[in-house]
């Protein structure tokens, strides 16, 4: 393998044309997009539409004129299909924190409710979930749900003998994020189910990353991110999925005004809206929510079978080509070479893990760095190309041999 059959593949690459439809910079090759998505070129027209023709013509009537009420939903309805759901079951929202929120509190409520499992008081999840899951998890039994318990396993063969008679719910990131390790959605869905618990997903790392299918393989609730691999923009608006089996017993106890049944009826007392709007809580980010569909626009012009075979080409290749060119230099792979246990990103352990990623970032690889001293690399199928990964790790292999590493570099405020 060389550069020239890695541009030969990106000859044949079906996605390849995909690219253009991405503002990247040149110099730059963008394996961060796992974190942080590239910009489509229509968010920027598509942003000075919002504010000019929406927002300064258009003023308060947008909210009916220009369709900003219904955007929670019609995006959530473009977005289902990304993840196996169906029509009028996802919302666009808030953040996935505070969507993870709603749905563990929703499921916890659903559990307490129920003749049978109503006395189970543990949530089940991993010690290596992301920080902010864990958190919200324990704010959550801390101030609502008292009595209640966050058990943290130590590893994804340890969870299904942790779920058991207790378990009220399985709180789980679908591939986590720093090893890249995907789930078994409908093994731990069906094995949870058999133990009487209700499972909780977060797909921030999987959603536009890896095909999905969570009414298939028995999800009970999943929420997700638009910013990272769907591209909606810095800061965007989340999703939260609940399976209309689950609707009717849906409440948060966000219940803010955008999930009353009649909002501009200004009762004062609360009514949950039929259907899925009753996970909204209050008014959204139009602006930035606006900019999710550029985005969501490109996925449509292909599958995500196709974006899941590249995907595992570029990730396939990129650790075959770290593991012969940078052969002999520390560097260990913590994500799984099987198919079916990994995301779309990669990582390497390396013992100057954060100086290997400085100076790799000094030369325009942008990945990023996750304690401990794991480099992270992320892959999006629409706009990486195979001479990208070459590339990539020829620069990596160059910063490794000179042991070039940006020692010096300061940890700012994000890493
Ligand atoms: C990125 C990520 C989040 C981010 O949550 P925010 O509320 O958008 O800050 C949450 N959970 C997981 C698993 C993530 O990877």
Partial sequence: MNRQDCIALDARDPLAPLRAHFDLPEGVIYLDGNSLGAAP??????????????????????????????LPRRLGDRIAPLIGAGAGEVVVTDTTSINLFKALAAAVAVQARHPRNGGRRVIVTERGNFPTDLYIAQGLSAWLARGYTVKMVDSAAALPQAIDDDTAVVMLTHVNYRTGYQHDMAALSAHAHERGALTVWDLAHSAGAVPLAVDRDGADFAVGCTYKYLNGGPGAPAFIWVPRRHQVGFATPLSGWWGHVAPFAMAPEFAPADGIARALCGTQPIVSMALVETGLDVYALTTMAAVRAKSLALTDLFIDLVETRCAGHGLDLVTPREHARRGSHVSFAHPHGFGVMAALIGRGVIGDYREPALLRFGFNALYISHADVWDAVEILRQILEHEDYDVAAERSAVT
């Fill in 41 to 70: 070129r229509a968010a920027q027209a598509r942003a000075a539409q919002v504010i000019r023709a929406e927002w300064s013509e258009g003023l308060i009537r947008s909210w009916n004129t220009a369709g900003w009420f219904d």
